[in-house]
């Protein structure tokens, strides 16, 4: 079956050190990547997405992400966070061209950024 | 104007009774979704309807019904509820088969609580 892992559970972080969250998938075929972020009370907003071409994708506020996909990874990353990068990111996942639009998510990784 | 709006944005109510939840996207997209958030923030999949077709149907128990009447709208109606109901209830909506991308448009969430 397939499955996201993000490894990290609670990242926390002062303001202005780099990020970066790992994410890891199984499924073996052409997937579609994606990085969510849900901050505090909030609902989900898509941060990137990566489909094909270059692997190395720019997301809003900042973020890139990196498919590997000898590693079956989409790390996220950001240089430099601020306090209100403070929410909780998930990864997820989606096959091409299925008949079903199931997107797979990873279980989240919460970050909490000092100021 | 909201895109994907839900309501309730909270319910509580006892065990026992019957509740429903109302999604309405006004994106133009043909497929919507129900998504479940547990305590620890893992979100996973309920339901996905295909103009007003049911096209996944997790497992889930059958206390659970999803109602399409357009394909704007997708309603979640829970009989008996039950404690471990208790979660945040979050309806999306992408494009269909035909042009899906995969990104998944979602309302700001529904917290249940059953008590």
């Known amino acids: 079956a397939q499955s996201v892992s993000q490894h990290n559970h609670h990242v926390i972080l002062s303001e202005a050190a780099s990020l970066e969250l790992g994410c890891n998938y199984s499924?073996?075929?052409?997937?579609?990547l994606f990085w969510y972020v849900q901050y505090p009370g909030q609902h989900l907003q898509l941060l990137l997405k990566y489909f094909s071409g270059d692997p190395l994708v720019k997301g809003i506020k900042g973020f890139e992400a990196e498919f590997i996909k000898s590693k079956f990874s989409f790390n996220l990353r950001k240089p430099s966070v601020q306090w209100s990068d403070t929410a909780e990111y998930f990864c997820a996942v989606n096959k091409k061209l299925t008949g079903a639009n199931n997107l797979f998510f990873g279980t989240g990784t919460r970050l909490t950024v000092i100021p | 104007d909201t895109a994907v709006s839900q309501t309730p944005k909270y319910l509580v109510t006892q065990m026992g009774n019957d509740k429903s939840i109302k999604c309405e996207q006004n994106?133009?997209?043909?497929?919507m979704y129900w998504y479940k958030q547990d305590s620890k923030k893992f979100l996973k999949i309920m339901f996905s309807?295909?103009?007003?077709?049911?096209?996944i149907n997790e497992t889930v128990p059958n206390r659970f019904s999803p109602k399409s009447p357009d394909k704007a709208h997708l309603n979640l109606h829970i009989n008996s509820l039950e404690l471990g109901d208790s979660a945040v209830y979050f309806c999306?909506?992408?494009?269909?088969?035909?042009?899906?991308?995969?990104?998944?448009?979602f309302g700001e969430g529904s917290r249940l609580t059953v008590l």
């Open positions: 994106l133009g997209h043909d497929t």
């Open positions: 499924y073996g075929g052409t997937v579609n």
């Open positions: 309807y295909n103009n007003k077709e049911l096209i």
């Open positions: 999306a909506s992408s494009l269909g088969t035909s042009g899906y991308t995969g990104e998944l448009f």
